[in-house]
Protein backbone atom coordinates (compact mmCIF):
# COMPACT_ATOMS: atom_id res chain seq x y z
CA UNK A 1 0.00 0.00 0.00
CA UNK A 2 3.11 2.45 -0.01
CA UNK A 3 2.55 3.53 -3.64
CA UNK A 4 -0.85 4.74 -2.56
CA UNK A 5 0.66 7.46 -0.44
CA UNK A 6 2.93 8.41 -3.21
CA UNK A 7 -0.49 8.50 -5.43
CA UNK A 8 -2.20 10.56 -3.14
CA UNK A 9 -0.41 13.53 -3.35
CA UNK A 10 -1.32 14.66 -6.79
CA UNK A 11 -5.08 13.71 -6.17
CA UNK A 12 -7.51 16.66 -6.64
CA UNK A 13 -8.31 18.81 -3.61
CA UNK A 14 -11.53 18.91 -2.97
CA UNK A 15 -13.81 21.09 -0.50
CA UNK A 16 -16.68 19.36 1.03
CA UNK A 17 -19.92 18.92 -1.23
CA UNK A 18 -17.93 20.61 -4.65
CA UNK A 19 -20.28 20.76 -7.26
CA UNK A 20 -17.98 22.08 -9.51
CA UNK A 21 -18.01 20.16 -12.58
CA UNK A 22 -14.88 20.90 -14.96
CA UNK A 23 -15.38 21.01 -18.54
CA UNK A 24 -13.13 18.17 -20.53
CA UNK A 25 -13.90 19.74 -23.70
CA UNK A 26 -9.62 20.56 -24.08
CA UNK A 27 -8.61 17.44 -22.11
CA UNK A 28 -10.01 14.81 -24.52
CA UNK A 29 -7.45 12.56 -25.58
CA UNK A 30 -6.68 10.00 -28.96
CA UNK A 31 -7.59 7.07 -28.31
CA UNK A 32 -4.76 4.74 -26.87
CA UNK A 33 -4.54 1.26 -27.15
CA UNK A 34 -5.37 -1.17 -24.85
CA UNK A 35 -1.65 -2.43 -24.33
CA UNK A 36 -0.83 1.10 -22.96
CA UNK A 37 -2.73 1.09 -20.18
CA UNK A 38 -2.59 1.38 -16.97
CA UNK A 39 -2.16 5.18 -17.40
CA UNK A 40 -1.09 5.80 -14.39
CA UNK A 41 1.51 3.61 -13.48
CA UNK A 42 1.27 3.70 -9.68
CA UNK A 43 -2.32 2.94 -10.26
CA UNK A 44 -4.30 -0.22 -9.89
CA UNK A 45 -4.17 -2.81 -13.08
CA UNK A 46 -5.95 -1.01 -16.14
CA UNK A 47 -6.66 2.27 -15.45
CA UNK A 48 -6.94 5.12 -17.18
CA UNK A 49 -6.83 7.57 -14.84
CA UNK A 50 -5.62 11.30 -16.19
CA UNK A 51 -6.74 10.54 -20.05
CA UNK A 52 -9.54 13.02 -19.16
CA UNK A 53 -7.44 15.17 -16.91
CA UNK A 54 -6.53 14.93 -13.09
CA UNK A 55 -9.93 16.25 -12.06
CA UNK A 56 -12.34 14.33 -14.55
CA UNK A 57 -15.83 13.38 -13.19
CA UNK A 58 -17.46 12.29 -16.34
CA UNK A 59 -14.94 9.40 -17.54
CA UNK A 60 -16.17 7.55 -20.96
CA UNK A 61 -19.07 10.26 -21.32
CA UNK A 62 -16.46 12.81 -22.49
CA UNK A 63 -17.26 10.46 -25.53
CA UNK A 64 -20.41 12.00 -26.15
CA UNK A 65 -19.11 15.32 -28.24
CA UNK A 66 -21.65 17.52 -29.67
CA UNK A 67 -20.53 16.48 -33.19
CA UNK A 68 -21.43 12.31 -31.45
CA UNK A 69 -24.58 13.25 -30.37
CA UNK A 70 -25.52 15.12 -33.69
CA UNK A 71 -24.87 12.17 -35.25
CA UNK A 72 -26.84 9.39 -33.25
CA UNK A 73 -29.70 11.58 -33.74
CA UNK A 74 -29.94 10.53 -37.45
CA UNK A 75 -31.28 7.62 -36.00
CA UNK A 76 -34.09 8.74 -35.44
CA UNK A 77 -36.53 8.00 -38.51
CA UNK A 78 -39.64 6.57 -37.46
CA UNK A 79 -39.95 8.62 -33.91
CA UNK A 80 -41.37 5.47 -32.47
CA UNK A 81 -39.94 5.47 -28.48
CA UNK A 82 -39.34 3.07 -26.13
CA UNK A 83 -38.67 2.79 -22.43
CA UNK A 84 -35.40 0.94 -21.24
CA UNK A 85 -36.57 1.34 -17.46
CA UNK A 86 -37.80 -1.57 -15.69
CA UNK A 87 -40.83 -0.41 -13.00
CA UNK A 88 -38.95 0.99 -9.72
CA UNK A 89 -40.79 -1.83 -7.68
CA UNK A 90 -38.91 -4.69 -9.49
CA UNK A 91 -37.78 -6.80 -8.78
CA UNK A 92 -40.40 -7.47 -6.02
CA UNK A 93 -37.86 -9.26 -3.49
CA UNK A 94 -34.33 -7.69 -4.57
CA UNK A 95 -31.20 -9.85 -4.10
CA UNK A 96 -28.00 -8.99 -2.32
CA UNK A 97 -29.51 -8.18 0.76
CA UNK A 98 -31.16 -4.91 -0.26
CA UNK A 99 -34.40 -3.26 1.05
CA UNK A 100 -37.09 -3.46 -1.21
CA UNK A 101 -39.15 -0.45 -3.30
CA UNK A 102 -41.85 1.23 -1.13
CA UNK A 103 -44.57 3.97 -2.16
CA UNK A 104 -46.33 6.24 0.14
CA UNK A 105 -49.26 8.16 -1.02
CA UNK A 106 -50.29 10.82 1.05
CA UNK A 107 -53.48 13.12 0.59
CA UNK A 108 -53.01 16.55 1.44
CA UNK A 109 -55.70 18.62 3.53
CA UNK A 110 -58.74 17.02 4.72
CA UNK A 111 -60.71 13.74 3.38
CA UNK A 112 -62.27 15.04 0.48
CA UNK A 113 -59.60 17.27 -0.92
CA UNK A 114 -58.19 15.95 -4.15
CA UNK A 115 -55.06 16.53 -3.87
CA UNK A 116 -51.87 13.85 -3.27
CA UNK A 117 -48.26 13.74 -2.76
CA UNK A 118 -46.21 10.59 -2.56
CA UNK A 119 -43.32 9.28 -1.04
CA UNK A 120 -40.60 7.16 -2.67
CA UNK A 121 -37.86 4.92 -0.83
CA UNK A 122 -35.62 3.14 -2.59
CA UNK A 123 -32.34 1.35 -3.33
CA UNK A 124 -31.08 2.89 -6.43
CA UNK A 125 -29.62 -0.55 -6.71
CA UNK A 126 -32.68 -2.42 -6.92
CA UNK A 127 -34.17 -2.06 -10.31
CA UNK A 128 -32.96 -0.48 -13.60
CA UNK A 129 -30.04 1.73 -12.67
CA UNK A 130 -26.30 2.89 -14.33
CA UNK A 131 -23.64 2.14 -11.64
CA UNK A 132 -21.97 5.84 -11.02
CA UNK A 133 -18.10 5.77 -10.14
CA UNK A 134 -18.57 5.80 -6.57
CA UNK A 135 -20.29 2.26 -6.63
CA UNK A 136 -17.15 0.41 -7.08
CA UNK A 137 -13.80 0.63 -7.06
CA UNK A 138 -10.54 -1.20 -6.92
CA UNK A 139 -11.03 -3.48 -3.81
CA UNK A 140 -7.55 -4.14 -2.93
CA UNK A 141 -6.00 -0.59 -3.55
CA UNK A 142 -9.44 1.18 -1.87
CA UNK A 143 -9.74 3.58 -4.95
CA UNK A 144 -12.01 5.17 -6.79
CA UNK A 145 -12.19 6.44 -10.75
CA UNK A 146 -9.29 9.05 -10.91
CA UNK A 147 -7.28 7.70 -7.68
CA UNK A 148 -10.09 8.84 -5.50
CA UNK A 149 -9.93 7.62 -2.46
CA UNK A 150 -13.02 6.31 0.51
CA UNK A 151 -12.34 9.07 2.74
CA UNK A 152 -13.19 11.69 -0.09
CA UNK A 153 -16.21 9.62 -1.48
CA UNK A 154 -17.93 10.47 1.84
CA UNK A 155 -16.75 13.75 2.47
CA UNK A 156 -17.32 15.22 -0.74
CA UNK A 157 -19.37 15.23 -4.13
CA UNK A 158 -16.68 14.01 -5.99
CA UNK A 159 -17.40 11.51 -8.76
CA UNK A 160 -21.19 11.81 -8.42
CA UNK A 161 -23.70 10.79 -11.03
CA UNK A 162 -25.05 14.28 -10.83
CA UNK A 163 -21.85 15.49 -12.89
CA UNK A 164 -23.48 13.05 -15.52
CA UNK A 165 -26.94 14.48 -15.01
CA UNK A 166 -24.99 18.71 -15.24
CA UNK A 167 -23.52 17.29 -18.30
CA UNK A 168 -26.65 16.65 -20.15
CA UNK A 169 -26.93 12.56 -19.13
CA UNK A 170 -25.46 9.32 -21.33
CA UNK A 171 -27.39 10.47 -24.68
CA UNK A 172 -25.84 9.30 -28.17
CA UNK A 173 -26.20 6.22 -30.43
CA UNK A 174 -27.60 3.29 -28.88
CA UNK A 175 -26.70 -0.52 -29.79
CA UNK A 176 -28.25 -3.65 -28.88
CA UNK A 177 -26.73 -6.91 -29.09
CA UNK A 178 -29.51 -9.67 -28.44
CA UNK A 179 -27.53 -12.27 -27.01
CA UNK A 180 -31.11 -14.15 -25.83
CA UNK A 181 -32.56 -13.99 -29.44
CA UNK A 182 -29.44 -15.64 -30.83
CA UNK A 183 -28.64 -18.49 -27.94
CA UNK A 184 -32.41 -19.48 -29.05
CA UNK A 185 -31.53 -19.47 -32.86
CA UNK A 186 -28.36 -21.24 -32.19
CA UNK A 187 -29.26 -23.88 -29.75
CA UNK A 188 -27.05 -22.59 -26.88
CA UNK A 189 -28.17 -23.30 -23.26
CA UNK A 190 -29.89 -20.30 -21.61
CA UNK A 191 -29.83 -20.08 -17.61
CA UNK A 192 -30.52 -16.12 -17.13
CA UNK A 193 -31.08 -16.80 -13.19
CA UNK A 194 -27.94 -19.05 -12.28
CA UNK A 195 -24.62 -17.83 -12.46
CA UNK A 196 -23.24 -18.53 -16.34
CA UNK A 197 -21.49 -16.79 -18.46
CA UNK A 198 -21.88 -15.30 -21.72
CA UNK A 199 -18.78 -16.11 -23.66
CA UNK A 200 -17.16 -13.67 -25.46
CA UNK A 201 -16.75 -15.64 -28.62
CA UNK A 202 -20.65 -16.36 -28.57
CA UNK A 203 -20.59 -11.77 -28.28
CA UNK A 204 -18.37 -12.04 -31.44
CA UNK A 205 -21.12 -14.34 -33.25
CA UNK A 206 -24.56 -12.04 -32.39
CA UNK A 207 -21.91 -9.15 -34.09
CA UNK A 208 -21.54 -11.10 -36.81
CA UNK A 209 -24.77 -12.52 -37.57
CA UNK A 210 -26.69 -8.94 -36.43
CA UNK A 211 -24.09 -7.08 -38.78
CA UNK A 212 -23.48 -4.38 -36.33
CA UNK A 213 -20.57 -2.20 -36.97
CA UNK A 214 -19.90 0.09 -33.62
CA UNK A 215 -18.44 3.82 -33.63
CA UNK A 216 -16.22 5.34 -30.99
CA UNK A 217 -19.01 6.64 -28.35
CA UNK A 218 -21.49 4.11 -28.73
CA UNK A 219 -23.95 2.78 -25.19
CA UNK A 220 -24.09 -1.05 -25.46
CA UNK A 221 -27.34 -3.39 -24.39
CA UNK A 222 -26.56 -6.78 -23.91
CA UNK A 223 -30.00 -9.06 -23.43
CA UNK A 224 -29.69 -11.86 -22.05
CA UNK A 225 -33.18 -12.44 -20.80
CA UNK A 226 -33.51 -11.88 -17.13
CA UNK A 227 -36.36 -9.31 -16.97
CA UNK A 228 -38.30 -11.80 -19.22
CA UNK A 229 -36.94 -14.99 -16.72
CA UNK A 230 -38.12 -12.77 -14.07
CA UNK A 231 -41.43 -11.86 -14.94
CA UNK A 232 -42.34 -15.25 -15.86
CA UNK A 233 -42.19 -16.32 -11.61
CA UNK A 234 -44.54 -16.68 -9.52
CA UNK A 235 -44.18 -14.55 -6.26
CA UNK A 236 -43.38 -17.59 -4.46
CA UNK A 237 -40.60 -17.79 -6.12
CA UNK A 238 -39.47 -14.61 -6.56
CA UNK A 239 -39.58 -14.34 -2.38
CA UNK A 240 -37.17 -18.02 -2.63
CA UNK A 241 -34.61 -15.93 -5.26
CA UNK A 242 -34.28 -12.99 -3.35
CA UNK A 243 -33.25 -15.69 -0.38
CA UNK A 244 -30.75 -17.68 -1.51
CA UNK A 245 -27.27 -17.61 0.20
CA UNK A 246 -25.70 -16.50 -3.19
CA UNK A 247 -27.18 -14.14 -5.93
CA UNK A 248 -27.16 -15.92 -9.13
CA UNK A 249 -27.12 -14.62 -12.19
CA UNK A 250 -25.99 -14.99 -15.71
CA UNK A 251 -23.50 -11.99 -17.25
CA UNK A 252 -20.56 -11.51 -19.76
CA UNK A 253 -17.77 -13.65 -18.55
CA UNK A 254 -14.90 -11.33 -16.77
CA UNK A 255 -12.21 -11.71 -18.82
CA UNK A 256 -9.19 -9.53 -20.34
CA UNK A 257 -10.51 -10.21 -23.63
CA UNK A 258 -14.11 -8.90 -22.84
CA UNK A 259 -12.04 -5.63 -21.23
CA UNK A 260 -9.66 -5.36 -24.34
CA UNK A 261 -13.11 -5.37 -26.98
CA UNK A 262 -14.60 -2.65 -24.27
CA UNK A 263 -11.90 -0.39 -23.94
CA UNK A 264 -10.78 -0.96 -27.92
CA UNK A 265 -14.64 -0.01 -28.82
CA UNK A 266 -14.51 2.84 -26.78
CA UNK A 267 -18.10 2.67 -25.89
CA UNK A 268 -19.02 5.50 -23.51
CA UNK A 269 -21.11 3.19 -21.57
CA UNK A 270 -22.59 -0.26 -21.21
CA UNK A 271 -25.85 -1.84 -19.90
CA UNK A 272 -27.46 -5.20 -19.90
CA UNK A 273 -30.57 -6.93 -18.56
CA UNK A 274 -29.17 -8.72 -15.97
CA UNK A 275 -28.35 -7.79 -12.33
CA UNK A 276 -24.68 -7.34 -12.35
CA UNK A 277 -23.90 -7.14 -16.26
CA UNK A 278 -20.97 -9.45 -15.68
CA UNK A 279 -21.39 -12.55 -14.30
CA UNK A 280 -22.70 -12.85 -10.40
CA UNK A 281 -21.41 -13.11 -7.99
CA UNK A 282 -19.19 -10.53 -8.78
CA UNK A 283 -15.64 -10.69 -8.08
CA UNK A 284 -15.56 -13.21 -5.21
CA UNK A 285 -17.17 -16.23 -6.78
CA UNK A 286 -15.01 -18.83 -5.20
CA UNK A 287 -17.35 -21.05 -4.97
CA UNK A 288 -19.35 -20.36 -8.40
CA UNK A 289 -15.92 -20.87 -10.54
CA UNK A 290 -13.31 -23.38 -11.00
CA UNK A 291 -10.74 -20.50 -10.16
CA UNK A 292 -11.75 -16.77 -8.98
CA UNK A 293 -12.35 -14.65 -11.99
CA UNK A 294 -9.25 -13.39 -13.88
CA UNK A 295 -10.76 -9.98 -13.59
CA UNK A 296 -13.70 -7.76 -12.00
CA UNK A 297 -15.21 -5.59 -15.13
CA UNK A 298 -16.83 -3.65 -12.34
CA UNK A 299 -13.08 -2.45 -10.81
CA UNK A 300 -11.67 -1.80 -14.46
CA UNK A 301 -14.95 0.10 -15.47
CA UNK A 302 -16.02 2.43 -13.13
CA UNK A 303 -13.32 2.22 -11.28
CA UNK A 304 -10.87 2.33 -13.91
CA UNK A 305 -11.92 3.63 -16.99
CA UNK A 306 -15.09 6.01 -15.69
CA UNK A 307 -17.35 3.47 -17.92
CA UNK A 308 -21.12 3.42 -16.52
CA UNK A 309 -22.56 0.08 -15.95
CA UNK A 310 -26.36 -0.82 -16.41
CA UNK A 311 -28.12 -2.95 -14.82
CA UNK A 312 -32.02 -4.89 -15.27
CA UNK A 313 -32.62 -2.52 -18.03
CA UNK A 314 -35.86 -3.30 -19.54
CA UNK A 315 -34.65 -4.84 -23.12
CA UNK A 316 -37.84 -6.94 -23.90
CA UNK A 317 -39.79 -4.27 -26.28
CA UNK A 318 -36.77 -2.75 -27.44
CA UNK A 319 -35.59 -6.77 -28.54
CA UNK A 320 -39.10 -7.56 -30.22
CA UNK A 321 -38.94 -3.86 -32.06
CA UNK A 322 -35.42 -4.11 -33.11
CA UNK A 323 -35.99 -7.59 -35.14
CA UNK A 324 -39.07 -6.43 -36.44
CA UNK A 325 -37.44 -3.79 -38.25
CA UNK A 326 -33.93 -5.41 -38.37
CA UNK A 327 -32.35 -2.61 -37.51
CA UNK A 328 -30.21 -2.96 -33.89
CA UNK A 329 -28.81 0.76 -33.43
CA UNK A 330 -31.23 3.61 -32.10
CA UNK A 331 -31.11 6.90 -30.32
CA UNK A 332 -30.86 6.60 -26.54
CA UNK A 333 -31.27 9.38 -24.08
CA UNK A 334 -31.16 8.59 -20.46
CA UNK A 335 -31.23 10.97 -17.39
CA UNK A 336 -29.98 10.36 -14.39
CA UNK A 337 -31.52 11.70 -10.98
CA UNK A 338 -29.18 14.94 -9.87
CA UNK A 339 -28.80 13.68 -6.83
CA UNK A 340 -25.45 15.63 -5.41
CA UNK A 341 -22.45 12.87 -4.81
CA UNK A 342 -25.12 10.18 -6.02
CA UNK A 343 -24.02 6.51 -6.14
CA UNK A 344 -26.34 5.22 -9.11
CA UNK A 345 -29.38 6.45 -10.40
CA UNK A 346 -32.64 4.90 -12.33
CA UNK A 347 -32.11 5.81 -16.21
CA UNK A 348 -35.16 7.46 -17.18
CA UNK A 349 -34.00 6.06 -20.37
CA UNK A 350 -35.74 6.29 -23.98
CA UNK A 351 -34.74 4.47 -27.17
CA UNK A 352 -35.98 6.16 -30.38
CA UNK A 353 -36.42 4.81 -33.56
Known amino acids: MDRW ?6 SPKLSPMSSDIPSNTDLISPHLPFSSLPLDPNGPPGNAWGRFGNADQLG ?29 NKPLYPSYGRDPYKHEIK ?51 TIGIDAWASKG ?4 RGILLDYHSWAITNSMPLAPLSSTAIPFSHLQRVIADQNVSFRAGDILFIRSGFTAAYNALSTTEQLALSKRPSADFMGVE ?5 LEWLWETQFAAVAGDSPAFERSPVGCGKDKYDNPPPVVLHEWLLGGWGMPIGEMFDLEELANH ?9 FVSSIPLKVPGGVASPPNAVAIF
Open 60 to 88: MLNLLTPAVVAAAAKEIISGVRISLDWPL
Open 5 to 10: YQLSNH
Open 107 to 157: QRGGPDRVVNDDILSFNTQISSQWDGFRHYGYLEEQRYYNNTTHDQIHSSS
Open 169 to 172: GIVG
Open 322 to 330: CRECKRWSF
Open 254 to 258: PTEEV
